[in-house]
């Protein structure tokens, strides 16, 4: 039935009829009419190719100037070779290697290093020169290896191109390289056959094909040579086979039509190569925070060498030494190193929940993600097909256990699924269980702790039911072995096997669409009588049911035949059948995928369904998720009638999109992305490959991801599931909020550093700090105690916030006062100090080593308060809760005082031995910062009314 035309959400208009899924065994519902179509606004939905699934096969083979049963000569062959050129895809341009390479160096604070490097080596201060050297290399070549992965995708999509394929050549059968297809050859192709090149179906008997790489859908389709309607979406192009897809069963002779660039594979590739892939939003922050803190090192740098000589007079070489250690300083070359280190570290946590991380980039970026979208099959759903609804003539009963695992059992409707029923007090499940059985060409064996299914997914539901039921399949197959069979054909829509039992009785056992099999039936089997009349309503009503379940559903009857019959012809068919019963199956979401997309939403981010599938199948396991609940569902055909600016109205309101196109899910997630979302993609098929290198996170499936999706994407998933994703978003959230301590940590650090000399130098004081000793502490710091807020645990409250604002900047104004404020206390701390030791007449060399020494113990104490930004640091979990923070904090210690007390640093550096006393007021000086530190926290925390989490 056509739907009405609906109103889609934020008054744009779409009008669609879609007609329902059909009741019938392995049948996938064709779209009816539509509206007229219209050239779309978007280029990316334009076309002009020949819509060869609207035209009849003998048309077809007219405009191809070919023959359906002796097809090309060889000679015609050759010359449309020569025009058409092989059907292979074209090769794309690559980025040199060197310039990749060169890439790396273009950013504003790696060009600081640089000059800073360079004038150190001028100055032979060759540690300072190899720190800064070895921060920018370590970061080059991590962002080297990393960057240019995504253009294998391109190759992985010209791997699937089939390598030989069968073809009349003047009427000759003949096995050709699959590269010389040309337009009009007449192809051959059997069950297991790779499709080598678009096909217009010229024949085609018991065809069924696997196009999941292209639409998405979870079972093979069935195919004829029938022609549909010029917009029929691709996965109801019924009388076509597509490049790369895979015959699941049956035999076709197929018209090639279109080869290489000109396929779908062709299409594909072409959009994406030009998908542009987008920055991550932290590299955006750093870039952004980068440019403004070489303005401030430069600006702060030049004053301070010109109040130093111009004002002062301070002699110009040692203002000019002075301005270097300001600006080694003040770099943050630490920074690189321990984004390298954090993000390094998550990806080692990520692959032990099952993501693989193949762009380092990645892990920070799902921290950052506000919208998920996510394909159905395989992700949210288990991608194997499930009974789930037994229905007989007194009773429905609800089937536990997903997969094809033989776990679960039945129990009736509206009670426990722990309470199972026993099949002997239910009289009419034995025998449709037992048909489910025999009535079937599928295998389930378990191999490594998994059980794998060989056949057809819905048949291998079948197999489930009965292992579940308690029927052991070696045996009946023993007690009732099969003589003959009528295998599934969609012209006729069922499956009949005709087994003997060695009594001498003879059963036919038949399975199919409900409404052919309840022609053959006369009566059906009820707890009463096991040949009750009939009631077709009953079962119609129930059919209904099952369908707007979005289960796909299968009739079950049998009927005794004479024992001496040994074969089973169609004539058999034609009446005289009980009706056992119904069955209700579907590829049911993942249990662990509905909590995954619940702790989603708690933590403030979308998650949307993009799926090839059918509309109904979409929504109601989307319903089932939590996804888009009360709210219509937006097929492709009603995308094709939005412009890009009405999509990015729509797309903000809508969570479930069916019958996508690779085209589709590209303009969604761009308009996703145009709306400001930071957008993790997940997907499996080639039709994935262009939404997956365009998202912010492009997210592969690693079991039945196609190589295409997998080398697009930034992440893979290992086991397919969707609650690895969850996982991997909050890895992510850790990690920004990791780099953000690190930052709230090095820039009060090295301002105080900063700020110290230049108060001595603008008010005529003697230096607290040397050059050397400035680049000491820069040293010491930078190389110990900031790398231990790499290792800092995910915080528990991180899946509970919302997302973060991708535009804001990577410094809040809590941050810059956080920042000033320890800036102040550090070169208040470190000078007072100083100025109270040279006023009670200590040596300069004592007072600018306690000076040093104060600014290494305030860091020491200033990194347990950045352990958290707002939340106390004085309980168990912040003093002990990261086991780096003191085993850095000891390394540090270390290293301060082998600087005071080991004789060669004493004379490299100027330093000299402190005595008990002064240890205690440089312990105090920082205790005192950390004091305040935590108070301030507190003040915060009463200023915004409650116990906020970490920013």
């Known amino acids: 039935m056509a739907r009405p035309l609906r109103k889609v ?31 779309p606004p978007s280029p990316s939905t334009a076309s002009t190719r020949t819509a060869w699934h609207s035209l009849d096969s003998a048309t077809a083979v007219q405009r191809q100037g070919s023959h359906a049963t002796h097809g090309l000569t060889p000679a015609e062959a050759a010359q449309r070779l020569a025009t058409h050129g092989p059907n292979r895809l074209a090769q794309q341009g690559k980025r040199p290697v060197w310039l990749r390479l060169l890439l790396q160096f273009h950013n504003v604070l790696i060009y600081v290093m640089l000059v800073a490097a360079v004038v150190t080596a001028a100055l032979g201060h060759w540690l300072d020169t190899g720190v800064l050297l070895g921060a920018v290399v370590i970061n080059a070549l991590i962002g080297f290896l990393q960057e ?172 000019f030494m002075m301005a270097v250690a300001l600006a080694a300083s003040a770099i943050p070359e630490g920074l690189p190193a321990l984004m390298t280190i954090t993000l390094a570290l998550g990806v080692r946590r990520m692959a032990q929940h099952k993501a693989i991380i193949r762009q380092l980039s990645a892990v920070e970026t799902l921290g950052s993600v506000t919208v998920i979208c996510s394909d159905k099959t395989g992700t949210l759903t288990c991608n194997e097909m499930t009974v789930q609804r037994v229905v007989t003539a007194n009773q429905v009963y609800e089937v536990s256990g997903s997969g094809y695992r033989p776990e679960g059992g039945l129990h009736r409707s509206g009670h426990s699924a722990t309470h199972n029923v026993a099949l002997d007090d239910h009289p009419a499940l034995p025998g449709i269980t037992r048909a489910a059985l025999l009535c079937n060409d599928a295998a389930l064996h378990e191999s490594d702790g998994s059980w794998v299914l060989t056949g057809d997914p819905t048949e291998g539901a079948l197999l489930t039911l009965a292992l579940k039921a308690g029927l052991d399949a070696p045996a009946e197959h023993a007690r009732l072995p099969r003589t003959d069979a ?129 509309g109904e199948t979409a929504r109601a396991i989307g319903a089932q998720l939590g996804i888009g609940l009360g709210k219509p569902a937006l097929t492709g055909a009603e995308i094709e009638l939005l412009d890009d600016a009405a999509l990015r109205h729509v797309v903000t309101d809508v969570d479930v999109f069916a019958r996508a196109s690779p085209e589709h899910k590209l303009r969604l997630v761009q308009a996703l992305q145009a709306n400001g979302e930071v957008v993790a993609m997940t997907g499996d098929g080639v ?48 990690i920004y909020d990791n780099v953000r301590k690190f930052i709230l940590f090095m820039l009060p650090t090295n301002g105080g550093e900063s700020l110290i000399v230049f108060s001595a130098i603008a008010f005529g004081l003697v230096l607290p700090l040397t050059p050397a000793q400035v680049l000491w502490i820069n040293l010491v710091t930078s190389s110990t105690l900031g790398v231990a807020l790499a290792f800092e645990p995910t915080e528990g409250d991180v899946m509970r916030r919302r997302p973060r604002n991708p535009r804001q900047s990577l410094l809040s104004g809590l ?53 958290h930004v707002l939340h106390s640091v004085l309980s168990r979990e912040g003093l002990l809760g990261n086991p780096k923070i003191p085993a850095t904090i000891a390394l540090c210690a270390v290293l301060q005082l082998a600087f005071v007390y080991t004789p060669w640093l004493q004379a490299v550096f100027g330093s000299t031995n402190l005595s008990a006393a002064e240890w205690l007021r440089v312990v105090l000086a920082g205790a005192s910062v950390f004091a305040i530190a935590e108070l301030e926290k507190a003040i915060q925390r009463w200023r915004m009314g409650r116990a906020a989490p970490a920013a």
């Open 9 to 39: 959400p934020n008054k744009v208009m779409a009008a669609v009829a879609i007609k329902c899924p059909t009741h019938m065994l392995h049948a996938s519902p064709i779209a009816m009419s539509t509206l007229p179509p219209s050239t």
């Open 815 to 867: 941050f810059v006062w956080r920042v000033v404020m320890v800036s102040v206390l550090m070169a208040c701390a470190a000078l007072g100090l100083f100025l109270w030791e040279l006023g009670h007449g200590s040596s300069l060399e004592t007072a600018r080593t306690m000076a040093v020494s104060t600014v290494v113990l305030v860091e020491m104490f200033y990194l347990y308060n950045s352990r």
């Open 687 to 734: 039709n994935d490959a262009p939404a997956l290198k365009r998202a912010d996170v492009g997210v592969a499936m690693g079991k039945n991801g196609t190589e295409a999706a997998k080398d697009a994407a930034a992440m893979v998933l290992a086991d397919d599931n969707f609650a690895t994703l969850g996982h991997a978003v909050r890895e992510g959230r850790g």
């Open 486 to 614: 009528i295998p599934f054909e969609s012209a006729h829509r069922f499956m009949a096997t005709l087994h003997h039992e060695h009594t001498g009785q003879a059963l036919v056992f038949v399975k199919g669409a409900p409404e052919c099999v309840l022609d053959m039936c006369h009566a059906q089997h009820d707890r009463h009588h096991p040949a009750a009349p009939l009631d077709t309503d009953y079962w119609r009503r129930a059919a209904n049911d099952c369908a707007a379940r979005a289960l796909r559903v299968l009739a079950i009857a049998v009927k005794t035949v004479p024992a001496q019959q040994q074969t089973l012809q169609f004539s058999d068919m034609q009446g005289g059948f009980t009706l056992l019963g119904l069955l209700g199956s579907m590829d049911p979401p993942r249990p662990e995928a509905m909590a995954a997309v619940a702790e989603c939403h708690a933590a403030g981010i979308r998650v949307k369904m993009i799926t090839g599938d059918h």
């Open 148 to 319: 240019g992965k995504a253009e294998s995708s391109l190759d992985a999509i010209r791997r699937m191109l089939s390598l030989q394929a069968t073809v009349l050549r003047g009427g000759v059968r003949t096995v050709v390289d699959a590269q010389t297809l040309v337009p009009g050859d007449v192809v051959l192709l059997a069950s297991g056959d790779k499709v080598p090149a678009d096909l217009r179906i010229l024949h085609a008997k018991g065809l069924r094909a696997n196009e999941a790489v292209l639409t998405g859908e979870s079972l093979p389709c069935d195919k004829h040579a029938g022609a549909v309607a010029e917009d029929a979406p691709l996965g109801d192009r019924h009388g076509m086979l597509y490049s790369g897809t895979l015959v699941a069963s049956g035999t076709a002779t197929g018209l090639v039509v279109a080869t290489g660039s000109a396929t779908e594979l062709g299409r594909i590739s072409a959009l994406l190569a030009t998908v542009q892939s987008t920055t991550t939003p932290l590299l955006r922050q750093m870039a952004r925070f980068s440019h403004w803190l070489a303005l401030v090192i430069v600006g702060f740098v030049v004053l301070t060498f010109a109040i130093g000589v111009l004002w002062r007079g301070q002699p110009l070489a040692e203002m």
